[in-house]
């Protein structure tokens, strides 16, 4: 399984940005997905899931509200809508790749140890 985020950059405060994440290599749709953020020297801190259909999603505490995930099987396609963007949001995104059985608890969706595959991160940058 191949995963490759976009959508990263430079972003004012307030800004809403959409990240998007293209997996190959396996059907999206054996997978549940989802989205992680790291900035420099600190550990990896869970953002989003969704779960293989789509009917099921998790969030993070610090962006619950602001950030929507979806994704669309078809098309092999993730995406994760940023609104409201702070400074504090600038960081690292990755998206992530789990067998869809295995997210079933939103305690299994927020562990970095439950997803198998790791895009290479697409940088984000909050600033004025």
């Known amino acids: 399984v191949q995963l490759q985020a976009f959508g990263g950059g430079l972003v004012q405060p307030g800004g809403f940005p959409r990240l998007s994440c293209e997996v190959s290599?396996?059907?999206?749709?054996?997978?549940?997905m989802g989205w992680f953020r790291q900035a420099p020297g600190k550990g990896r801190e869970f953002v989003a899931a969704?779960?293989?259909?789509?009917?099921?999603?998790y969030y993070g505490d610090s962006v619950e509200g602001r950030f929507t995930i979806s994704r669309d099987n078809a098309k092999n396609t993730v995406w994760l809508q940023m609104d409201s963007l702070k400074p504090e949001d600038t960081d690292v995104y990755y998206c992530?790749?789990?067998?869809?059985?295995?997210?079933?608890?939103?305690?299994?969706?927020?562990?970095?140890?439950?997803?198998?595959?790791w895009g290479q991160g697409t940088q984000v940058t909050v600033s004025s």
């Open positions: 992530a790749a789990a067998p869809w059985q295995r997210i079933d608890t939103s305690d299994r969706a927020t562990r970095r140890e439950t997803y198998d595959h």
């Open positions: 969704i779960s293989w259909s789509g009917s099921v999603t």
């Open positions: 290599g396996r059907p999206l749709s054996d997978l549940s």
